[in-house]
């Protein structure tokens, strides 16, 4: 579709449909210190064999706002978008119907501190890792931000986060599974804060039906977990060698075939303050 390098285009009512990059961006790639912005433009079933099907951005810091990427696909990662390095803000936004043949269906973030607001994953699928959202060593910030319906073959159905330390306010899991672990989010030696999350409906093949931590300590401030589910144990959240927080939160409804229909701690010390099972 379009190559940007070292380059910051402006674009307004733009479509980009069905294009076909080889290695990065089937719709746009962003390089070399790229700030593209972007109001009123839409990505729909373009392809790359590596990353990024809809776009990619390498060192590179564009602005988004009222932006779908819709039908989009990577042989590798970030089915919508991939990022490398930079800080794309993104404002207005809808992932939905994307599909990475690895990780990150709806969005893949290396090293990178995306900036979401009001930004919705929908229906988005990764045959690995993190069908909503994939972040590698990466600090994002989402705020009214909704995961709905994604699914990942293996582990975060909604959000798959390894060494990073996001901040979640104002976000809504819902209706997200994953084949394996944490239908909800799944959190690798990552330390992230939720503050005013719902995990609701979200399921797990194995354990971690809402949230799975491994070697994990997230920080849960006003976060409820209802109405989700693992066929083996933590209905609601499953935790392995981490120290989380927990303050203010609710499980209701949570369910799990083996043990743990709220909680699962294995060989983890979590904290818990004005917690309702």
């Given at each position: 579709g379009m190559h940007n390098d070292n380059s910051s285009p402006i674009l307004s009512n733009v479509t980009f449909s069905s294009n076909t990059a080889s290695y990065y961006g089937g719709g746009m790639s962003n390089t070399y210190s790229s700030s593209s912005t972007l109001s009123n433009v839409t990505f729909i079933a373009n392809t790359a064999g590596n990353f990024g099907g809809g776009m990619y951005n390498n060192s590179s810091s564009p602005s988004l706002s009222n932006v779908t990427f819709s039908g989009n696909t990577a042989s590798n990662h970030g089915g919508g978008m991939s990022n490398f390095g930079g800080s794309a803000s993104l404002s207005n936004v809808t992932f939905i119907g994307n599909t990475a043949t690895r990780s990150g269906g709806g969005m893949y973030n290396y090293n990178n501190s995306a900036t979401l607001s009001n930004v919705t994953f929908i229906d988005n699928l990764a045959t690995n890792d993190g069908g909503g959202m994939f972040n590698s060593q990466s600090s994002s910030t989402l705020s009214d931000v909704t995961f709905i319906d994604n699914l990942a073959t293996n582990d975060g159905g909604g959000?798959?986060?390894?060494?990073?330390?996001?901040?979640?306010?104002?976000?809504?899991?819902?209706?997200?599974?994953?084949?394996?672990?944490?239908?909800?989010?799944?959190?690798?030696?990552?330390?992230?804060?939720?503050?005013?999350v719902t995990f609701s409906s979200n399921s797990a093949t194995n354990d971690g039906g809402g949230m799975y931590n491994n070697s994990s300590s997230p920080r849960l401030t006003n976060v409820t977990f209802s109405g989700n589910s693992a066929a083996n144990d933590g209905g609601g959240m499953y935790n392995s060698q981490g120290d989380l927080s927990l303050t203010n939160v609710t499980f209701s409804g949570n369910s799990a075939a083996n043990d743990g229909g709220g909680m699962y701690n294995l060989q983890g010390n979590p904290s818990l303050n004005n917690i309702t099972f």
């Open positions: 959000m798959f986060n390894s060494q990073s330390s996001s901040t979640l306010s104002d976000i809504t899991f819902s209706g997200n599974t994953a084949g394996s672990f944490g239908g909800g989010m799944y959190n690798l030696q990552g330390n992230p804060t939720l503050r005013n």
